[in-house]
């Protein structure tokens, strides 16, 4: 086994790594399946950054099994697995979230678990509106919560009321 240097961040790995352990650069191109060399991965990182994290981040194509797990990491994060303040992504991360999966402050998705509203196909949160909905107030098809559609008929009124305390 002997060492090369990545060619992205130089950083010393062995020359059997498929991707560099640092960087996630990947080092052996044919150990990846062919019809994801066809799908050509995409990174755009914005130069301009807040709190050390770029503020735009997107990752397209196959970056997972190139790269191992990489999500797109940012103030804006898109990819198929978004962490950052607005998150969009398969799965997403985040303050405010939309994707497939969403977990954040805010999250809309079709599994949607937020810290204070969760919007999805099932939803999770403080307040949850879904077609599964389970919160402290939750509107959905099914709703299980304390404050329900079936027992609080003024729950409407109530979410509308939290809202304009932002
Ligand atoms: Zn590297």
């Given at each position: 086994m002997a060492l090369v240097n990545c060619p992205e961040c130089q950083h010393r790995v062995s020359d059997s790594a498929v991707t560099c352990p640092?960087?996630?650069h990947p080092l052996k191109m044919h150990a990846v399946p062919p019809?994801?060399?066809?799908w050509r991965p995409f990174e755009y990182k914005s130069k301009a950054t807040l709190f050390g994290l770029p503020l735009v981040h997107i990752v397209s194509g196959p970056a997972w099994t190139l790269a191992g797990f990489k999500p797109a990491?940012?103030?804006i994060a898109v990819g198929p697995v978004a962490i950052g303040v607005l998150a969009l992504g398969g799965v997403g991360l985040g303050g405010i979230c939309l994707g497939g999966i969403g977990l954040g402050?805010?999250?809309?998705g079709?599994?949607?678990?937020?810290?204070?509203?969760a919007?999805?196909?099932g939803a999770l949160g403080y307040i949850a509106?879904?077609?599964l909905a389970v919160g402290v107030y939750s509107v959905g098809g099914l709703s299980i919560g304390v404050h329900t559609i079936y027992n609080d008929p003024e729950i409407l009124e109530k979410i509308q009321r939290f809202f304009g305390f932002f």
């Open positions: 640092s960087c996630g019809q994801f060399l066809a990491k940012g103030i402050i805010i999250s809309l079709g599994l949607a678990v937020g810290l204070i509203l919007l999805g196909g509106v879904g077609g």
